[in-house]
């Protein structure tokens, strides 16, 4: 069962916590997240798997900054979140994936416990010119049936960042 954004509002601060919280991001069924000015990419063209591939940041300046398609750009939320009791999930919204921007690529499910900003997966078909602080994708909540384990996994947990992939760290068990 999906929460209902009134639900979502019920539980801020007791079950859900995100930080900062603003009534307007509320949604029917999920609430909107904003887009950090600080965005990460990857310096090579080809990636390993098994290695620390270099990033480099910069920042979206208030006047926007335009997009390249075909190259993949690490952002981050706004807004810290966590919970124990429900199933996070995000999705990119309606509009801005209707502009061929894709935020989320491939990892939206997240899992119980997890706390922290959530990195991004942004990339577009065509250039779009982005900004700062945009309500650019929408976290809703699924309850949960039965025993469960919550996330404690430290590769991505309490991030303070836009975090790269750390799949590499699996190679090295």
């Known amino acids: 069962m999906i929460l209902s954004g009134k ?26 997240l904003r887009l950090h000015n600080e965005l990460l990419v990857y310096e090579n063209k080809t990636l390993d798997m098994k290695s620390d591939n270099k990033t480099k940041n910069f920042f979206i300046p208030p006047e926007g900054l335009v997009l390249e ?28 994936g209707r502009l061929g921007l894709f935020i989320h690529v491939t990892a939206g499910f997240g899992d119980i416990g997890f ?20 309500e650019i994708c929408q976290i809703y909540y699924h309850s949960i049936e039965g025993d469960y384990d919550k996330y404690s996994s430290g590769k991505y947990q309490n991030n303070r960042g836009i975090q790269k992939s750390l799949i590499y760290e699996e190679f090295e068990k």
């Open 7 to 32: 639900e979502i509002k019920n539980k801020i601060g007791k079950e859900i916590f995100i930080e900062p919280f603003s009534e307007k991001q509320v949604n029917p069924n999920s609430y909107n």
């Open 115 to 134: 706390s922290g900003y959530w990195t991004l997966e942004i990339f577009c078909v065509q250039p779009v010119k982005i900004y700062p602080d945009v």
């Open 69 to 96: 398609p075909g190259k993949l750009y690490l952002g981050r939320t706004v807004e810290y979140t966590k919970t124990n009791q429900y199933v996070p999930m995000l999705e990119g919204r309606s509009s801005i």
